[in-house]
T-cell receptor
Framework: QKEVEQNSGPLSVPEGAIASLNCTYS??????FFWYRQYSGKSPELIMF????GDKEDGRFTAQLNKASQYVSLLIRDSQPSDSATYLC?????????????FGKGTKLSVKP | NAGVTQTPKFRILKIGQSMTLQCTQD?????MYWYRQDPGMGLKLIYY???????DKGEVPNGYNVSRSTTEDFPLRLELAAPSQTSVYFC????????????FGPGTRLLVL
């Protein structure tokens, strides 16, 4: 059974700081990596995806992928209180009982004003 | 586009009762999914469908059934509700398998007493 691991947190950072969220995955053959944000009581929404090794930037968000280390991270620059949420890492699967995405349990981020 | 819609938003069931959670998407997506999310436990796949008339079991299918008679609708049936089925249920859809975003509905909160 393939797995995706995240530190559950909570991760607390002051407003304006960089928040760093980490995720490791067990299947070396994984190809696609996603970061979802979930506000309390709401559904997950996609904020970034990455397929290739290296960095991918989108506004204040940067996804980093290292396939050799089986590690993907999300950096949030200039963190805002509105970034306070749970961040779910997801990795593609190949069907069967895990469907096409395996989700980590999420890291709760709290940005303090 | 409404995206993915779910009804009801909240329901209380007595042990042994049955109900159907409704899910509809208007994005013409072939792939649809049902997840349950328990506190601190991440998203667990219950069932998924790769097209009308085709469904498959996820990680936690026991106690549930699905059908997919149209591209738009993917209802989840709970038979003989048990307290262990108390959870938040999310329906999701995607255009393709693997490298595409999954779009989530707003969720149904179910309490079994």
């Amino acid at each position: 059974q393939k797995e995706v691991e995240q530190n559950s947190g909570p991760l607390s950072v002051p407003e304006g700081a960089i928040a760093s969220l980490n995720c490791t995955y067990s299947d070396r053959g994984s190809q696609s990596f996603f970061w979802y944000r979930q506000y309390s009581g709401k559904s997950p929404e996609l904020i970034m995806f990455i397929y290739s090794n290296g960095d991918k930037e989108d506004g204040r968000f940067t996804a980093q992928l290292n396939k050799a280390s089986q590690y993907v991270s999300l950096l949030i620059r200039d963190s805002q209180p509105s970034d306070s949420a749970t961040y779910l890492c997801a990795v593609n699967a190949l069907g069967g009982s895990q469907g096409n995405l395996i989700f980590g349990k999420g890291t709760k981020l709290s940005v303090k004003p | 586009n409404a995206g993915v819609t779910q009804t009801p938003k909240f329901r209380i069931l007595k042990i042994g009762q049955s109900m159907t959670l409704q899910c509809t998407q208007d994005m013409n997506h072939n792939y649809m999914y049902w997840y349950r999310q328990d506190p601190g436990m991440g998203l667990k796949l219950i069932y998924y469908s790769v097209g009308a008339g085709i469904t498959d079991k996820g990680e936690v299918p026991n106690g549930y059934n699905v059908s997919r008679s149209t591209t738009e609708d993917f209802p989840l049936r709970l038979e003989l509700a048990a307290p262990s089925q108390t959870s938040v249920y999310f329906c999701a859809s995607s255009y393709s398998w693997g490298q595409e975003t999954q779009y989530f509905g707003p969720g149904t909160r179910l309490l079994v007493l």
